[in-house]
C-alpha cells in the first residue's frame, strides 16, 4: 500500500529537507492519483529532514462520522412519545426502533417489560414522558378513549410546536378534537395506517398509509419534521396516499365498515371449516378471523364516529331485502309452473297477467281486465 513515507522518500531524493512543503507532496498525490486529506507538514533538521504531522484539516472520505452527515435530511431521527402502548402501539413501535428513532411509551397498563424488550423507554406518568421533550406524540388510543387521554395529557409540559399524530380508523373525529384541545402553536398530522398486526406482519410494502397535513407551522424545521415521520412508512415500502380527512371517511364507510359489518355478521352464524371448502368459503373464514381479532369497541368506534355509517347501513339492509324479493320472486315462479304447467286455468291466468301488463301501459287495465272476464262468461 502506498503511504506517505513514500511520499517522503520520494521527495527526500529532490528536494532538501528544508525546502519541503505541503505543496510537494500535494504535487506527488496528485502524480500517484491519490486522495489526501489536506495535512500540515513541518521539516525537523535536527531529524535529517523527517515529516512531522502538525494536523489534519478534514476528515478521510470513508470516515463513518463523514458518512452520516452526508445522509439525506429525510434519515433524520426523531423522538417519539407513543400515546397508548397496547398492541397497535408496540406494532408500530417495533418498526420506529428498527429505524433508529428513540421511542418513549406511556399507558394506563404497565407494559415496561414489553417496552424493555422493543428497546422503548416506557414511563408510568405522562408528565414525565412530556418532560423528556418529544419532537412527536404518536396518538395510539382507542377511538373512544381519544378524547380523555387528549384531555389528561400535561400540555404545558411539552415544547409549543410539538407535532400530534394519529392513527385512528376515523378521520373528521380526530382531526375535530386535536383542532379544538391543541393549542394553536402545536403541529397536527392526522394519519391511518390501514394495517395493523395481522395484516402488516409480513412488511407493509404496497399497504395503504392515507394522511393529512392539517395543521404544519411554515418553520423549515417543522415543515422537515414531518415529512421525517411521513418517511417512517414510505421507506417501509407504503402506498402513500394524502387525502382529506372528509374524504377518507366517505371511501372508509364503503370499505373499511363494510368489511368488519360482514365479519361480524358471519361471525354469528357460526362458521366452521369443512373437508370441503372452497375458496370462496376460505375467504369468508378469514374474513371472520380477521375482523373478530379487532376489538368490539374499534368496530362501534367505526360506527359511532363516521357520520357515512348509517347511509351504508340502510344501503346493505335495502340490498338485503333486494335479494331476499329476488330469490322468492324466482321461487313463487317455479311453484306456479309445477302445479298448473300446461292447465287451462294456467293458460288463462297468463293471458289476464298479459292483458293486465299491456293495460297498464295505456292507461286501461280495468277496461282490459273487464273484456277479458267477458270473453270467459261467452
Known amino acids: 500500500m502506498f ?37 500540515h507538514f513541518l521539516s525537523d533538521p535536527r531529524r535529517g529532514g523527517g ?38 402501539g408496540q406494532f408500530l413501535a417495533k418498526t420506529l426502533v428498527r429505524q433508529g428513532h428513540t421511542v418513549l411509551a406511556h399507558s394506563r397498563s404497565n407494559y415496561s417489560q414489553i417496552a424493555a424488550n422493543l428497546g422503548v423507554s416506557f414511563f408510568y406518568d405522562p408528565n414525565d414522558l412530556c418532560e423528556e421533550h418529544p419532537e412527536v406524540i404518536l396518538l395510539c388510543t382507542s377511538i373512544l378513549s381519544t378524547e380523555s387521554v387528549l384531555r389528561s395529557l400535561p400540555l404545558q409540559r411539552l415544547k409549543r410546536s410539538t407535532l400530534f399524530v394519529d392513527v385512528l380508523s376515523v378521520k373528521e373525529f380526530p382531526r375535530s378534537l386535536l383542532l379544538q384541545i391543541l393549542p394553536p402553536d402545536f403541529d397536527i398530522l392526522c394519519t391511518h395506517p390501514m394495517f395493523g398486526p395481522e395484516s402488516g406482519k409480513n412488511g407493509w410494502s404496497g399497504l395503504p398509509f392515507v394522511y393529512d397535513k392539517v395543521r404544519i407551522g411554515e418553520h423549515e424545521i417543522r415543515v422537515n419534521r414531518c415529512e421525517n415521520f411521513i418517511e417512517v412508512f414510505r421507506r417501509e415500502g407504503c402506498r402513500m396516499v394524502q387525502m382529506s380527512c372528509a374524504e377518507h371517511d366517505r371511501h372508509a364507510a364503503g370499505s373499511q365498515f363494510i368489511t368488519h359489518m360482514m365479519g361480524r355478521v358471519l361471525e354469528k ?29 374499534l368496530f362501534y368506534g367505526l360506527f359511532l364516529y363516521n357520520k357515512n355509517v348509517m347511509e351504508q347501513l340502510e344501503r346493505m339492509d335495502l340490498a338485503f331485502e333486494m335479494v331476499k324479493k329476488q330469490l322468492f320472486g324466482h321461487l313463487h315462479g ?17 293471458e289476464e297477467r298479459k292483458l293486465l301488463s299491456d293495460g297498464s301501459q295505456n292507461g286501461h287495465v280495468f277496461a282490459s281486465f273487464s273484456d277479458s272476464k267477458n270473453v270467459e262468461r261467452n
Open 334 to 350: 317455479l311453484l306456479r309452473s309445477q302445479l298448473f304447467d300446461g292447465s287451462e286455468m294456467e293458460v288463462r291466468m297468463e
Open 3 to 39: 503511504s506517505v513515507s513514500h511520499l517522503q522518500s520520494s521527495c527526500t531524493k529532490s528536494a532538501s529537507p528544508t525546502k519541503f512543503s505541503s505543496l510537494s507532496i500535494s504535487f506527488h498525490a496528485r502524480r500517484f492519483n491519490l486522495h489526501l486529506p489536506r495535512i
Open 269 to 297: 352464524l357460526k362458521l366452521e371449516d369443512t373437508p370441503i371448502n372452497t375458496k370462496g368459503y376460505e375467504s369468508l373464514l378469514n374474513l371472520v378471523e380477521n375482523t373478530a381479532r379487532d376489538s368490539f369497541e
Open 51 to 88: 515529516l512531522r504531522i502538525r494536523n489534519v484539516d478534514a476528515a478521510l472520505p470513508n470516515d463513518y462520522k463523514t458518512k452520516l452527515s452526508h445522509l439525506p435530511s429525510s434519515f433524520a431521527k426523531l423522538k417519539v412519545g407513543i400515546i397508548g402502548f397496547g398492541n397497535y
